[in-house]
């Protein structure tokens, strides 16, 4: 990766000037100087006012407003306009559209209207990258390139004939021989031998179950094939003007997961992230932390991009909510806690018209003289006065695996309960790790796991071989491993590990089980430390592990629900948030962890900057000695923080406790 493209903790947010009279782009600039804003991304959706007609380029309008931000001292971040294809391209070409698993066509009159492995959009779209490249490629605004937008948002699987051909290639890349494919699918099941490449067919829907291999290489299949256009656009940019870095703004979120962005990585030169609150989960800020901790992952520890976020309401929830007052500051530096080095929005204005004009911007349709609006200056405010933390990293002493594989494994259908699904468990474990006062980095299974006081597998379903021994040396060296129910128990192939549950890790936790027993939706059990639990029991003994907790009623009475195997604890149920919280904080402890911080109070550590970000509604007082960024204060001993306000402290020493 390269060097970060914008200065300090920069301001962001994409700006569609094309939606707006020339008459309005002056006041755009001098609005954006008053916030401060840094950077803008121009030109996401510009492609059919830049084509008017295949080949006919029309670049005037946006040299004008290229020119009018350079001359304000604003950077871009230069989109190379492909995300959604002109009318004319798609008319010409209907076969570039997606088609859903039930083989409807999905027809343009929005954006994101072609498929991932259409030649003929690929063609017209390269031309147009070459086109911008030529052109914008030395211009001293531009600081980076943004591939297409968001890929894989609305066309992440595509299931039409074009798709297919591809795919039967890609299979008969990773797998050479039929007969491998036969044996990996396990075909030998419900008559599915394929004598040939040619016979398969992309996973639409079927009479009864899918095969679920099929469904797997499928996924990868996908995430692949955005992953190589991605790669087209991006070597179309680096011949023309290598010096400019180039990225694409990844969609890491709790209702995405079509991208396996762990992949993707190394093929960054900055990672950036998109990131809206989600009102329809339980724990909505928890899930931002969680994303922000994947996202650092996905980053390698570096700091990354927020190349989106919204300054209150979006307009794609079934009730969109408001930002209150100071929410905005409060999740921004949420973001810049967790290893943002810029905040970034959709959008500059809110627009007037189209299917976003509900859509929070930092200029609301109230205009200047608004709330939103001086709290978008404050924020501006904020974040230059933060600046110093940029380039600095978090420290965490606990990581929690993830793995997309494992994700799109998990979520399959015919396993034991519909009702586990993969993102709640992980999110569950997060949370309590978070509300304890530790900081977690959410990495790969394939992540150096050397540096971590506790690993935390939360219901890691698919695993490779070499997972296992990597657990087995953290516990070796006297960490701690944590391993929830529905572990380990298929392989990369979506293959039974026989021999008993959990699988790959029943030597390291010491325990075998014969049987799951999910409970039926809504159905507790209890256990005899007092918590209770639901979901999942399972039929299992221990064979060298120390039972921790026991049910004492349900189906398995008795039988052990939590183990531990020295410092590798086995969790076979869905414990209550309570008791989760009180095994995490027993965890934390017992390996180390300082904990600082609770439910509702972060602290989160970026080098010798302590950020204090308080959602609770009363104040917290946190030890620290140093300078609080924002107001320029000395702090001596501990900060105060009042309900709903944040502080960033350059700690002159990082005391025990922060
Ligand atoms: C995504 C897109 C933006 C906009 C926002 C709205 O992030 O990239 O163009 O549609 O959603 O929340």
Request: glycine share 8%; net charge negative; hydrophobic share 45%.
């Amino acid at each position: 990766m390269t060097s970060f493209p914008f200065d300090g903790i920069a301001l962001g947010c994409d700006y569609n000037p094309e939606q707006w009279p020339r008459s309005v782009w002056p006041e755009d600039i001098a609005l954006m100087q008053e916030a401060g804003v840094g950077f803008v991304t121009l030109g996401v959706f510009s492609w059919a006012l830049l084509e008017p007609e295949p080949g006919r380029f029309d670049f005037g309008w946006f040299d004008e407003i290229l020119g009018l931000l350079h001359e304000g001292g604003i950077a871009v971040d230069m989109a190379t306009a492909t995300a959604a294809p002109p009318p004319w391209l798609t008319a010409a070409h209907p076969e570039m559209l997606t088609v859903d698993e039930f083989g409807h066509t999905l027809w343009p009159g929005s954006r994101q209207s072609w498929c991932p492995s259409s030649p003929v959009f690929r063609e017209h779209a390269l031309r147009l990258v070459a086109e911008m490249a030529r052109r914008y490629g030395e211009h001293p605004a531009v600081r980076l390139w943004h591939v297409s937008n968001e890929l894989g948002c609305h066309n992440g699987r595509c299931w039409c004939d074009v798709s297919a051909a591809a795919f039967r290639a890609w299979l008969a890349d990773r797998y050479g021989d039929v007969e491998k494919l036969n044996d990996t699918w396990g075909t030998a099941f419900w008559s599915q031998h394929y004598a040939s490449f040619d016979e398969v067919l992309p996973p639409r829907i079927t009479p009864a179950v899918p095969n679920p291999t099929h469904q797997l290489d499928f996924a990868r299949f996908c995430s692949d094939e955005l992953l190589d256009y991605h790669r087209a656009e991006r070597d179309v940019l680096r011949d023309i003007c290598p010096s400019v870095p180039v990225t694409t703004n990844f969609i890491i979120s709790s209702h995405q997961s079509e991208q396996d962005y762990f992949s993707w990585a190394p093929d960054m030169d900055v990672i950036a992230q998109d990131h809206y609150l989600d009102h329809r989960l339980p724990h909505v800020h928890a899930e931002q932390a969680f994303t922000d901790d994947l996202t650092r992952g996905v980053a390698g520890g570096a700091p990354w991009l927020l190349m989106e976020s919204a300054t209150s309401a979006v307009n794609w929830q079934p009730v969109n909510i408001a930002k209150r007052p100071g929410e905005l500051l409060l999740d921004s530096l949420r973001h810049v806690a967790r290893g943002a080095d810029a905040v970034a929005f959709f959008q500059w204005r809110a627009s007037r018209a189209g299917g976003e004009k509900f859509h929070s911007a930092l200029v609301p349709h109230a205009g200047r003289d608004s709330m939103k609006f001086r709290e978008v200056v404050e924020l501006g405010a904020a974040l230059t006065a933060i600046g110093e933390v940029a380039g600095s990293h978090v420290v965490a002493d606990v990581a929690l695996l993830w793995d997309w594989n494992a994700w799109w494994a998990c979520d399959l259908g015919s396993h034991p309960s519909a009702e586990v699904r993969y993102v709640d468990a992980v999110h569950r474990w997060h949370k309590a790790v978070t509300d304890a006062g530790a900081t977690a980095d959410v990495v790969s299974p394939s992540a150096d796991l050397s540096g971590y006081k506790v690993v935390v597998v939360p219901t890691l379903y698919l695993v490779d071989d070499t997972l296992a021994p990597a657990l087995a040396e953290v516990v070796a060296r006297g960490g701690h491993v944590l391993v929830t129910y529905f572990s380990g128990i298929v392989d990369t192939c979506d293959h039974i590990r026989l021999g008993g549950y959990p699988g790959a890790f029943r030597e390291l936790l010491g325990v075998r089980s014969e049987e799951f027993a999910p409970l039926a939706p809504g159905a507790t059990v209890t256990l005899d430390d007092g918590g209770t639990a639901d979901l999942w029991t399972e039929l299992l003994t221990t064979a060298g592990a120390e039972v921790v907790a026991s049910y004492t009623d349900g189906p398995l009475p008795g039988t052990p629900a939590v183990t531990r195997n020295g410092t590798a604890w086995y969790i076979a149920t869905r414990l209550d948030e309570a008791a989760t919280a009180a095994l995490a904080e027993r965890v934390l402890d017992e390996a180390g962890v300082t904990r600082t911080g609770s439910d509702g109070v972060e602290v989160v550590r970026r080098g010798k900057y302590v950020f204090v970000l308080n959602r609770s509604s009363t104040e917290a007082v946190v030890p620290v000695t140093g300078t609080e960024l924002i107001s320029g204060t000395a702090v001596a001993g501990s900060v105060s923080v009042a309900a709903g306000c944040a502080a960033v402290i350059r700690a002159a020493v990082i005391q025990e406790g922060t």
